[in-house]
């Protein structure tokens, strides 16, 4: 069965520094989307995108994030500037009939 | 709104007993219907969906879910868990379909215990 891919599994940053995480979705899906599940708590939505644009965004996805898919293929989220309360888990998902959820990226801002 | 509670936080349960966990939705459409189980630092395993049909689905593990459109209730059961079904579960609403881009909603999660 198709996957979604994330890497890096986890990334430790130190807090002010910029991180990429990456995902790749699969091939005939329409539409991507970003959570986030910080320790011991629900999974909130970021943001969606189709088409190459935002389709929906949380408040929680503030200017410090931005999304793109830059070759069509890999689905990226960044974080501009870190802070501690970014640690969480990221989790990339695609849509096609149903939802694909990726397997997540630990991030650790320190 | 579009939300999903799932009212019970932390269940406790004997290994061998069976289980409920419940999950109540509003959702402005068609609601498409999952339950996904986390086991500690780990990522979200879809345990069963919902769609149309037999309201009755089937899932992985042993477990098995009832759509109650009246009741806007989606709840999980398992008739004997395992020391193993010791996991956080999520029960979530979305729409279906390749037209649209709705997002999936969580909810805050049910933390199942097994007591041995």
């Known amino acids: 069965e198709p996957e979604v891919t994330q890497t890096p599994s986890h990334q430790v940053t130190q807090m002010g520094q910029e991180v990429i995480l990456r995902c790749v979705p699969i091939s005939n899906h329409l539409y991507f989307y970003w959570y986030r599940q910080i320790l011991g708590q629900k999974v909130e939505f970021l943001v969606s995108?189709?088409?190459?644009?935002?389709?929906?965004k949380s408040e929680i996805f503030d200017d410090q994030f931005s999304v793109e898919r830059p070759d069509g293929s890999n689905f990226t989220l960044k974080i501009r500037s870190t802070k501690l309360e970014d640690s969480a888990m990221y989790f990339c998902a695609g849509k096609g009939y149903g939802y694909t959820f990726g397997s997540g990226t630990r991030l650790t801002v320190v | 709104a579009q939300s999903v509670t799932q009212p019970d936080i932390h269940i406790t349960v004997s290994e061998g007993a069976s289980l409920e966990l419940r999950c109540n939705y509003s959702?402005?459409?068609?609601?498409?219907l999952f339950w996904y189980v986390q086991s500690p630092g780990q990522g979200l395993q879809l345990l069963l969906k919902y769609f149309s049909g037999d309201t009755l689905v089937q899932g992985i593990k042993g477990f098995e879910a009832e759509f109650k459109r009246s009741q806007s209730s989606f709840n999980l059961r398992k008739p004997s868990v395992h020391w193993s079904d010791a996991a956080e579960y999520f029960c979530?609403?979305?729409?279906?379909?390749?037209?649209?881009?709705?997002?999936?909603?969580f909810g805050s999660g049910t933390r199942l215990s097994i007591r041995p």
């Open positions: 995108f189709y088409n190459n644009e935002i389709s929906e």
């Open positions: 979530a609403v979305g729409a279906g379909g390749y037209s649209s881009a709705s997002k999936i909603i």
């Open positions: 959702y402005g459409a068609t609601p498409y």
